[in-house]
């Protein structure tokens, strides 16, 4: 039984080596590619985000290909985040993940169910305004430049939470394609 992701981890490599933990029959190497999740401000249930480190070294080491991180709203989180990683040695991509604040209650939701800071300039503007339109416009202005950003730095790739946002998300993407 794993109780672990790195125990997940461990037997998915294991496997894509062709090794199974039952016997089965006509068995074959598989081929999957291995991402595990990262929480550039620290896992919630985490004492110390070095220890976070820890854990994710050892699913790297276990055989993970790539990260993708937990939302996250500072730019700044991420750049220490990987800086933090490579210093102890994980070279693997680290895919920034991205969450679009629309709406007024994001504000309180997303950092009491997601453990994340969201900026308070961000929080001022968004709660300066009446209108819902007007909301998801400086949310969208936020976070396409807070994309710009990430992306002129050299990032792997960009991974975005959705979560019922397609329309703007999709005008998001189509203002990065420059890119």
Do not use: W
């Not at 975005?160 to 005008?171: A, E, L, R, S, T």
């Amino acid at each position: 039984v794993n109780n672990f992701s790195v125990d997940l981890v461990n037997q998915i490599s294991a496997m894509n080596e062709g090794k199974y933990q039952d016997e089965v029959l006509d068995s074959a190497k598989s081929d999957f590619c291995i991402g595990v999740g990262a929480y550039p401000e620290k896992h919630p249930q985490s004492p110390s985000l070095e220890k976070d480190i820890r854990y994710l070294k050892a699913k790297i080491d276990a055989g993970a290909d790539y990260i993708v991180t937990q939302m996250f709203f500072n730019n700044s989180d991420y750049f220490s985040f990987v800086e933090l990683c490579r210093l102890n040695d994980i070279s693997v991509p680290i895919i920034p993940g991205i969450k679009l604040i629309a709406k007024q209650n994001q504000l309180k939701s997303l950092p009491k169910h997601f453990s994340v800071n969201i900026p308070d300039d961000l929080v001022r503007e968004m709660e300066s305004v009446e209108s819902n339109i007007h909301k998801a416009e400086i949310g969208m202005e936020f976070t396409i430049k807070q994309c710009e950003e990430l992306m002129q730095a050299g990032v792997p790739a960009l991974h975005f939470y959705v979560m019922q946002d397609v329309k703007h998300i999709k005008q998001i993407v189509s203002t990065l394609k420059k890119y």
